[in-house]
């Protein structure tokens, strides 16, 4: 069998369904506002599997996924299985120098990263057997997110981001980081009962 193939059918036996019951944890944050559509979280310090991508959104999701899902089903120096989480999260970095940043527009990093499970440290993680893969921790951050739903796409993303961006400024935050993309559900979730959001970090005052 295809080792894609294998990953996406352990992933959707793991929690994940057609119809957009989940099972898969999530971290532990706190609603501090809630605006409907949009709320204002409290994360804490979460640890993470990582990966960067230089590849257009479609590509970089594909190769992103696959890397991670290898490392948390047995690909690490354990061989040990990670359970799987919630949401898958992917940001957009800056443009590589290795092209004209102005004449053309090639390709983009991409971060794409796995949430681990509660109790895992970046000490304890088991370490990757791929070297694209590295395990860091986030500290823990003031969060604005906004949720929709629908196939999750770049333009879906960068619609989103904008909006959120907007209403921002609008209610006087200040962001602190770029928006990001977390997804709760695989591709063949029906989509309007996709959970698809994008945060963006805030300052804490």
Partial sequence: MNPLITIITAVFL?????????SADEPNYQVLND????????????????TEVTEDYKKSSSLGF???????FGKNKKQ???AMTAPVIQQQEAETMTVPVIQ?????VWLMAFVLPQGYSVASAPL???TAVIIKEIPGNKTAVIRYSGSLSEAGIKEKAEELKKWLDEQGYQALSP????????PWTLPFLRRN?????IESS
């Fill in 35 to 50: 605006f409907g559509y949009i709320q204002i979280r409290r994360y804490p310090a979460l640890v993470v599997a990582q």
């Fill in 179 to 186: 928006p990001r993309s977390a997804a709760y559900d695989p």
């Fill in 104 to 108: 053309q527009k090639t390709g983009a």
């Fill in 80 to 82: 040990q299985k990670i």
């Fill in 66 to 72: 696959e890397r991670l899902a290898g490392y948390i």
């Fill in 128 to 130: 990757p057997l791929d």
């Fill in 14 to 22: 793991s929690g994940c369904s057609l119809f957009g019951v989940r």
């Fill in 197 to 201: 959001e994008v945060h963006i970090d």
